[in-house]
T-cell receptor, first 112, second 112 residues
Framework: DTEVTQTPKHLVMGMTNKKSLKCEQH?????MYWYKQKAKKPPELMFV???????INESVPSRFSPECPNSSLLNLHLHALQPEDSALYLC???????????FGSGTRLTVV | GQNIDQPTEMTATEGAIVQINCTYQ??????LFWYQQHAGEAPTFLSY????GLEEKGRFSSFLSRSKGYSYLLLKELQMKDSASYLC?????????????FGTGTQLKVEL
């Protein structure tokens, strides 16, 4: 299995909703990542988990809350989002060396 | 920090060859990636260079010169389906995991 699986593929949520994005990989990768990509912009790193511990938080607002329940799963909990948070959210994973960096197909999030 | 530059747009003819350049300034270099991204989709891995030289993979080749902070992606025998955004991304080790920093992307348009 050489894939990173993200669910759901599309999500529409209101500003008062609570929702979660999910990411799963079975490649034995010990680092997992969340990126955010706005239209016509490159992906921007949000969080890095290494060996199930949060190692990087790129000053992301607290309305985004990551969670790594085990080495194969990565969640992103969403609460009280704003319309400007609408974007493509990408999960990725990698082994110790970066050459194995793999992206999931993304979740297209729309906040209304 | 990291600074990555690539041209914003390029146009080429079907069947031709196109070279997309990327220059970077970075600390803690751990490899350079090229990704292809069609509108509304996730980035797709094309190539990874960590040592100087040329890596060839079918119609796509990528070159790296670490001393010059320079890479290029070469696409041969262009097809209409190659019209997409091409993202240069530099990997840096940052206290756990490998952080990818992306250039702004080069929008390639392939014409008849």
């Amino acid at each position: 299995d050489t894939e990173v699986t993200q669910t759901p593929k599309h999500l529409v949520m209101g500003m008062t909703n609570k929702k979660s994005l999910k990411c799963e990989q079975h490649m034995g990768h010990r680092a997992m990542y969340w990126y955010k990509q706005k239209a016509k912009k490159p992906p921007e790193l949000m969080f890095v988990y290494s060996y199930e511990k949060l190692s990087i938080n790129e000053s992301v607002p607290s309305r985004f809350s990551p969670e790594c329940p085990n080495s194969s799963l990565l969640n992103l909990h969403l609460h009280a989002l704003q319309p400007e948070d609408s974007a493509l959210y990408l999960c990725a994973s990698s082994s110790e060396g970066p050459g194995s960096y793999t992206f999931g197909s993304g979740t297209r999030l729309t906040v209304v | 920090g990291q600074n990555i530059d690539q041209p914003t747009e390029m146009t080429a003819t079907e069947g031709a060859i196109v070279q997309i350049n990327c220059t970077y300034q970075t600390s803690g270099f751990n490899g350079l990636f090229w990704y292809q991204q069609h509108a509304g989709e996730a980035p797709t891995f094309l190539s990874y260079n960590v040592l100087d030289g040329l890596e060839e993979k079918g119609r796509f080749s990528s070159f790296l010169s670490r001393s010059k902070g320079y890479s290029y992606l070469l696409l041969k025998e262009l097809q209409m389906k190659d019209s997409a955004s091409y993202l240069c991304a530099v990997s840096g080790i940052t206290g756990g995991g490998n952080k990818l920093t992306f250039g702004t992307g080069t929008q390639l348009k392939v014409e008849l």
